[in-house]
């Protein structure tokens, strides 16, 4: 069965930078779109990045581009997010979540609590 | 960017009520329209693809219509498992834009 565990979630210190990942299971991880997607506490959904199959194409939300990077490597099954420059504002759970050929997000991780406090 | 906004933001319905929610998009996307529902601690799950394709498993009160800006979610028959608050997003060119979700609640 497919399964996206999110790992490296946490409290830091804004200005400072964080590193999720999403280690994927259960499919063929290297034809599939892979994308972060992030809800504040209370709030509703924002989609954060996008990258294809074969990461050569990657897509930011206006929020985050600049500061986030995603990417993947396909021999290990697993999904980034490298986060810098956070902010209060990037406080959220982040799911990674396995895309649906171009059709939504089928399948999402359980989350990664990310909160930036001093 | 395309905005994506829903209608109502929230409502409460009784059980057997049909219940219809309204997203609308700032452009055309033709049927790029996806519908999730989140339910209360849990993980957004995928209903819907392509304004109106039905995922499997998804019980059949679940139906969702509309293309180009004008888009529905429908539930025939509220059940109390449906208490949850359902999102659509765009699925045509980035920014993939969630509407700013519909919590449902029961009466």
């Known amino acids: 069965q497919v399964q996206l565990v999110e790992s490296g979630g946490g409290v830091v210190q804004p200005g400072r930078s964080l590193r999720l990942s999403c280690a994927a299971s259960?499919?063929?991880?290297?034809?599939?779109?892979m994308h972060w997607v992030r809800q504040a506490p209370g709030q509703g959904l924002e989609w954060v990045a996008s990258?294809?199959?074969?990461?050569?194409?990657?897509y930011y939300a206006d929020s985050v581009r600049g500061r986030f990077t995603i990417s993947r490597d396909n021999s290990r099954d697993t999904l980034y997010l490298e986060m810098n420059s956070l902010t209060a504002e990037d406080t959220a759970v982040y799911y990674c979540?396995?895309?649906?050929?171009?059709?939504?997000?089928?399948?999402w991780g359980q989350g990664a609590l990310v909160t930036v406090s001093s | 960017d395309i905005q994506m906004t829903q209608s109502p933001s929230s409502l409460s319905a009784s059980v057997g009520d049909r219940i219809t929610i309204t997203c609308r998009a700032s452009q055309d996307i033709r049927n790029n329209l996806v519908w999730y529902q989140q339910k209360p601690g849990k993980v957004p799950k995928l209903l819907i693809d392509t304004a109106s394709t039905l995922q499997s498993g998804v019980p059949s009160r679940f139906s969702g219509s509309g293309s180009g800006t004008h888009f529905t979610l429908t539930i025939s028959s509220l059940q109390p498992e449906d208490v949850a608050t359902y999102y659509c997003q765009k699925y045509v060119s980035a920014p993939l834009t969630f509407g700013q979700g519909t919590r449902l609640d029961l009466k």
């Open positions: 979540a396995k895309d649906w050929n171009d059709r939504g997000f089928d399948y």
């Open positions: 259960g499919f063929t991880f290297r034809t599939f779109g």
């Open positions: 990258i294809r199959n074969d990461g050569s194409q990657e």
